[in-house]
């Protein structure tokens, strides 16, 4: 079984740009949750998509946002991008919600 | 009240040896508590989870010992290896819901 692919996996944007990032779930699992890691905070929880409904919402801005497509693959955008959006955005699936998380490899975001 | 503190930061542990990372909760609503471990370039990997009707849970070299009234956890890794040298991360969450990650534990295995 293929596991959790996120695409791209390095980017470079510039402040005030925007970004969208991709992820592709385990097959047959239907919850995908986002988080970004940074060395000072660790993984912070972005937000939780269950069947193309977000059923979870870390704190974080509203330049922060996601869906869920019905294949359950999902997408998360962030808007006027900042420095300190600099992190490694990972991707995790499920079979339900929450428990037993499988990671991808993330998406290295760099903001210059 | 939804934060899981993690310590120490860092470890540095001799082959053979056991490395012990432990976590501490407020919520008693969490009912799972999983551990993850990261490799440099990788995303984080399940290693080991534990329910709280269960105080301990041993996964080959890996064993989790869970004190309920403590509302603490830990993580033991016996005879401690080159290989496990990685970043390790509890969590805490509720059935259904998201989970609440400590800060992570840089481990280093010396060979």
């Known amino acids: 079984k293929a596991g959790v692919t996120q695409t791209p996996r390095y980017l470079i944007k510039t402040r005030g740009q925007q970004v969208t990032l991709s992820c592709s779930p385990i097959?047959?699992?239907?919850?995908v949750s986002w988080y970004q890691q940074t060395p000072g905070q660790g993984l912070q929880f972005l937000f939780e998509?269950?069947?193309?409904?977000?059923?979870n919402k870390g704190n974080f801005p509203g330049r922060f946002s996601g869906r869920q497509f019905s294949n359950s693959r999902s997408e998360m955008n962030v808007s006027t991008l900042e420095l300190g959006d600099s992190a490694l955005y990972l991707c995790?699936?499920?079979?339900?919600?929450?428990?037993?998380?499988?990671f991808g490899p993330g998406t290295r975001l760099t903001v210059t | 009240q939804q934060q899981v503190k993690q310590s120490p930061q860092s470890l540095i542990v001799q082959k053979g040896g056991i490395s012990i990372i432990n976590c501490a909760y407020e919520?008693?609503?969490?009912?799972?508590f999983p551990w993850y471990q990261q490799f440099p370039g990788k995303g984080p990997a399940l290693l080991i989870a534990?329910?709280?009707?269960?105080s301990e849970k041993k996964e080959g070299r890996f064993t989790i010992s869970f004190n309920k009234s403590a509302k603490q956890f830990s993580l033991h890794i016996m005879d401690s290896q080159p290989g496990d040298s990685a970043t390790y991360f509890c969590?805490?969450?509720?059935?259904?819901?998201?989970?609440?990650f400590g800060k992570g534990t840089r481990l280093h295995i010396l060979p």
């Open positions: 998509y269950f069947s193309e409904t977000q059923r």
């Open positions: 969590a805490a969450g509720y059935r259904d819901d998201k989970i609440i």
């Open positions: 534990i329910r709280p009707d269960v």
């Open positions: 995790a699936s499920s079979l339900t919600q929450g428990i037993e998380q499988y």
């Open positions: 097959s047959g699992h239907r919850s």
């Open positions: 919520n008693t609503a969490f009912d799972y």
